[in-house]
């Protein structure tokens, strides 16, 4: 099991990932992910904010992390903070906890970038943001110690 940036070779899988999260999102009634334009995705995969998890050379989850989502976090958004963004299982990898996974990563990768972790809390958040675009988003809230 690896994490790495994801690649421009990768969109197609990560679309085809999306796509079968969306469907889940419809069948368990669920606030469904929009279309997502690529040229996003292309800037996430640029930006280094693109990510994958390998396991036995497929890829098993992508996401996608900002350290910053104001629409969401409002004055919070202040705080030192890593946001994962848009986790979409391999339906052959599910059961297998790897949001916890994730979470350990970037607990890691945020003090990593110097953020001093006393506190991580995972929420789930759904809504109607961003110009009545209705998304489901795993955030990852890190309280900075003083």
């Not at 940036?5 to 990560?14: A, E, L, P, T, V």
């Not at 085809?16 to 469904?32: R, S, W």
């Not at 990898?93 to 350990?104: A, H, N």
């Amino acid at each position: 099991m690896k994490i790495y940036n994801s690649q421009i070779q990768d969109i197609d899988n990560i679309f085809e990932l999306y796509k079968i999260a969306t469907d889940y999102q419809q069948q368990k009634a669920m606030v469904a992910w929009p279309n997502f334009k690529k040229t996003l995705i292309e800037k996430e995969i640029h930006e280094n904010r693109q990510w994958k998890l390998i396991i036995d050379q497929q890829i098993a989850c992508v996401w996608a992390t900002t350290d910053s989502d104001p629409q969401i976090w409002g004055l919070k958004n202040n705080e030192p903070s890593i946001y994962i963004h848009r986790i979409a299982t391999n339906p052959s990898f599910r059961g297998r906890s790897l949001v916890k996974v994730i979470v350990k990563w970037a607990i890691k990768y945020g003090q990593k970038l110097s953020m001093k972790n006393s506190e991580s809390q995972i929420s789930r958040k759904t809504g109607n943001s961003i110009q009545d675009q209705h998304r489901a988003e795993y955030v990852l809230d890190k309280t900075i110690s003083n």
